[in-house]
């Protein structure tokens, strides 16, 4: 069993940042992949980005790419989320995930075994 608890959501203006936390526990050891995802108010949870937690090799959705960047600590088992450049389209309850090893859905909800609760981010104009 895998608990995932995200934090470092907030409100802020376009062109700001906000580095998101999500911290693991339980075992830990046994995951490979993680990942973040958001959803915006009405509509569908998107896949954000993910990391392979062995290799540390990341992909990004297109709309985040050069903006945004997934890292990890794996002393800390921490996921980060480092979110630059913000824009209103960012808004979003953002959620992360943990995979215990790769499938071909890691860009999809079902990728994934376990979920965090989730921290919101609003990003004004």
């Known amino acids: 069993q895998v608990q995932l608890v995200e934090s470092g959501g907030g409100s802020v203006q376009a062109g700001g940042s906000l580095r998101l936390s999500c911290v693991a526990s339980g075992y830990v050891d046994d995951l490979s992949f993680m990942g973040w995802f958001r959803q915006a108010p009405g509509k569908e949870r998107e896949w954000v980005a993910f990391i392979n937690t062995v290799n540390s090799w990341t992909d990004y959705t297109n709309s985040v790419k050069a903006r945004f960047a997934i890292s990890q600590d794996k002393i800390k088992s921490t996921l980060y989320l480092q979110m630059n450049n913000l824009t209103p389209e960012d808004t979003g309850m953002y959620s992360c995930?943990?995979?215990?090893?790769?499938?071909?859905?890691?860009?999809?909800?079902?990728?994934?075994?376990?979920w965090g609760q989730g921290t919101q981010v609003t990003v004004s104009s």
């Open positions: 995930a943990a995979a215990d090893r790769w499938n071909s859905r890691l860009r999809e909800e079902g990728g994934y075994k376990n």
